[in-house]
Structures are given as structure tokens and as C-alpha cells.
């Protein structure tokens, strides 16, 4: 089974600065997708960025970026110019594309990212 | 594109009655997942469908939970008898056939046993 690892329960930044959140997996597979979900207070769960485990360029999606080392099994994501409205629960999230898992989704337990002014 | 919509938003009940929560996925994805959100045990997915059709169910904690996807429009999540220990928030979720772009969820049902 595959288990995505958070280590950070809570964290804070400076509007305008930048965060990193760490986020480590543990899986045989080699085939895989990982993801960062963010749920603000508004409890909805929305889909940041996401990474093709066969892609060694590290996926960005304008102040969202991530840095992806397969061989260490972590994901990290990093946001630039943190701005108030990025504060909000991030997820890490593992789909594996092959075995009895495949395509199911698991979640680490979070982050909590607060902004602050 | 609506979204998934989900009913109610909340819920409140007394222990032992039946909960019944219910989504509507986006229109063309052939997945349907139903999750939990809990503070202790995080995001875990109780079942999913695939074209209308159970797949896995071994999320779902015990037989007190019951899921059913009539058509490819709608399902339903249902907890009979209800316990304090199910309050949570009900999370469901779809996908297209290529589930690698991630799923897109819906907004959750808050739920209350009490």
C-alpha cells in the first residue's frame, strides 16, 4: 500500500515571501502521479498542480511549483509571492497507474498554510 | 460545467436515524468516488464507482454504510443506523476516463451525529 508522509502539520509565511510545504511517498511503483490539492476555509478541494512521475521536469503552474526527486520519494511545493488567498489546507496526494491501487487517489494527512498580513 | 453538487451542505441528526447524502457528478466522467474527512484519520475513500458499477468498496468502515449509483447522474451515501463517530465531512468526487488529470470534488456535506 502507498502512504504519502506530511511532516509539517502547520506552517506560516509573510505575505509577498515564499513557502516551501514537504511532502514525502512510499511506493514500489514506477508508473505514478502526484498531486497538490488545496482546501481553504470554504472546505472545497482544488486541484494546484499536478506531476507525471515519467517526467523529470518539475511541473509549474504560475506561483505554484513543485520539486520532484523520484529517487528520494518527495514532492515538494513551493509558492512564490504568497498572497493572503493562498491560505487554505494543502494536500499531497499519490495515484498509482498500475496494480491493484491503480488510479485511486491517497491523501496525506495536510498542511495548514496561513498567510499572514 | 456545474461541478459536482453535492446535498445537503450540512446535516444534523440524531443517533440511530438514517442519513442519506447525495451527489451529482460532472456530466461525462465515468468515476465516481465517495470520501470521509476526518480530523484524525485525514481524507479516506470509502468507494468507488466505474460506469454506474461498484469497484471497491473496502473503504466503507462497516455495513452501517451503504453506496448506489442508479444511473450515471447520481449517487447516493448512505449511513443506517447513524453513530456520533461518523460526523465528518462527506466528500464525492469524478473523474473522465483518464483519471491522471486528478479528480474534481465537490463542495462536502458536513454531518453531524448526535
Known amino acids: 500500500a502507498q502512504t504519502v508522509t506530511q511532516s509539517q502539520p502547520e506552517m506560516s509565511v509573510q505575505e509577498a515571501e515564499t513557502v516551501t510545504l514537504s511532502c514525502t511517498y512510499d511506493t514500489s511503483e514506477n508508473n505514478y502521479y502526484l498531486f497538490w490539492y488545496k482546501q481553504p476555509p470554504s472546505r472545497q478541494m482544488i486541484l494546484v498542480i499536478r506531476?507525471?512521475?515519467?517526467?523529470?521536469q518539475n511541473a509549474t503552474e504560475n506561483r505554484f511549483s513543485v520539486n520532484f526527486q523520484k529517487a528520494a520519494k518527495s514532492f515538494s511545493l513551493k509558492i512564490s509571492d504568497s498572497q493572503l488567498g493562498d491560505t487554505a489546507m494543502y494536500f499531497c496526494?499519490?495515484?498509482?497507474?498500475?496494480?491493484?491501487?491503480?488510479?485511486?487517489?491517497?491523501f496525506g494527512k495536510g498542511t495548514l498554510l496561513t498567510v499572514n498580513p | 460545467d456545474a461541478g459536482v453538487i453535492q446535498s445537503p451542505r450540512h446535516e444534523v441528526t440524531e443517533m440511530g436515524q438514517e442519513v442519506t447524502l447525495r451527489c451529482k457528478p460532472i456530466s461525462g466522467h465515468d468515476y465516481l468516488f465517495w470520501y470521509r474527512q476526518t480530523m484524525m484519520r485525514g481524507l479516506e475513500l470509502l468507494i468507488y464507482?466505474?460506469?454506474?458499477?461498484?469497484?471497491?468498496d473496502s473503504g466503507m468502515p462497516e455495513d452501517r454504510f451503504s453506496a448506489k449509483m442508479p444511473n450515471a447522474s447520481f449517487s447516493t451515501l448512505k449511513i443506517q443506523p447513524s453513530e456520533p463517530r461518523d460526523s465528518a465531512v462527506y466528500f464525492c468526487?469524478?473523474?473522465?476516463?483518464?483519471?491522471?488529470?486528478?479528480?474534481?470534488f465537490g463542495s462536502g456535506t458536513r454531518l453531524t451525529v448526535v
Open positions: 496526494a499519490f495515484m498509482p497507474l498500475s496494480g491493484g491501487s491503480n488510479y485511486k487517489l491517497t
Open positions: 506531476q507525471e512521475a515519467y517526467k523529470q
Open positions: 468526487a469524478s473523474s473522465p476516463q483518464g483519471r491522471s488529470y486528478g479528480y474534481t
Open positions: 464507482f466505474n460506469n454506474n458499477v461498484p469497484i471497491d
